[in-house]
């Protein structure tokens, strides 16, 4: 199995190649012109199965400005993609036209499947509703600057905990710091899954569960807005049930601390009010500008060799077992191994992370 710098979930990596990653992106930020011929002959490919403003577009402009050159598509429709290719032979293929492979796709795990079969490393630009590193390394990025470091902090995650996959990325990242304190915002249909809890327990980090903004947002440093994630639900009702229930104005504003901060992915639909972008507090323009310098320290240290180069699986594969998890590349693709990390009597699916009890 290759063995390259994929960027599939930030914890195939050490705090300290993370830190690295910030602080490039911070020099880079000083003066980007100075970076502007750092990947001149490269190509970024990227292929994005699901809508996106940011990501691709950041990606593609950091690229740009290092001097490298982008391929890709974000309508798979135009590509052999609709004639039924595996995403295991797109990234073969394109990957022998690349030196570096973006990939969103609405499959939990598809980007490591991705990954298994490329000859050039793969980022992951957002798998279905399970993880989004990259919007991580800019949240962490925007922190550091707004903040002045990832420690210590008093956060509130608010929205949609279950399909957000930039809140589990995020929180997965901000456990591995010190001190931090999250409180999870979301209606009880909503709130944060199992596996990304067990992560949070397994760290010893504390967290809370609650239902309002209004109950919490007075002790907090940093509330992280999100929008209800429509596509992932099964239906419309369900989806109409859970939307317009958290909207940030400038009433909740009132109660916060002066220096709280006010993040949010982006897009936003309508969890904060636009009023409150002329609020100093409101970071998340900024927090998106942030996007294209720390791709730029990201693609830099994949493509200078300045990361490590872990194993995409750490466990076996156990074909007649199944993962639970419909949304699961597995079940799409089902020519992939089951790859499993067993625990006891616990198998933990390597693509999507989603525990199955053995028998
Ligand atoms: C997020 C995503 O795609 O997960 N957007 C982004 O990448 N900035 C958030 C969202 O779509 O709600």
Known sequence: MNRLSHIIDLDM?????????????????KDPSKYSERCKGKIMATLFYEPSTRTQMSFQSAMIRLGGSIIGFDNPSNSSVSKGETIGDTAKIVSTYSDILVMRNPSEGSVKAAA????????????GGHF????????LLTLTIEKGGLNGLKIGLCGDLKYGRTVHSLLKALSRYKDNEFILISTNELGLPGYIKDVLNARGCTYKEVNTIDEVISELDVLYMTRIQKERFASEEEYNRQKDVYILDTR??????????????????????????????AKYFEQAGNGVYVRMALILCVLEGKLSTPELIKGKALNDISCKNPKCITHKEPHLPHYFRVAGDIAECEFCDERTLLD
């Open 13 to 29: 990596y050490s705090v300290e190649e993370w830190n690295m990653i910030i602080s490039t992106a911070m020099e880079i930020k």
């Open 252 to 281: 909740k504003m009132r109660s916060a601390k002066k220096d709280m901060i006010v993040m949010h992915p982006l897009p936003r639909v309508d969890e904060i009010s636009v009023e409150v972008d002329k609020d100093p507090r």
């Open 116 to 127: 298994l079969h490329s000859d050039c490393p793969v980022i992951n630009a957002g798998d």
């Open 132 to 139: 989004h590193p990259t919007q991580t390394l800019t949240d």
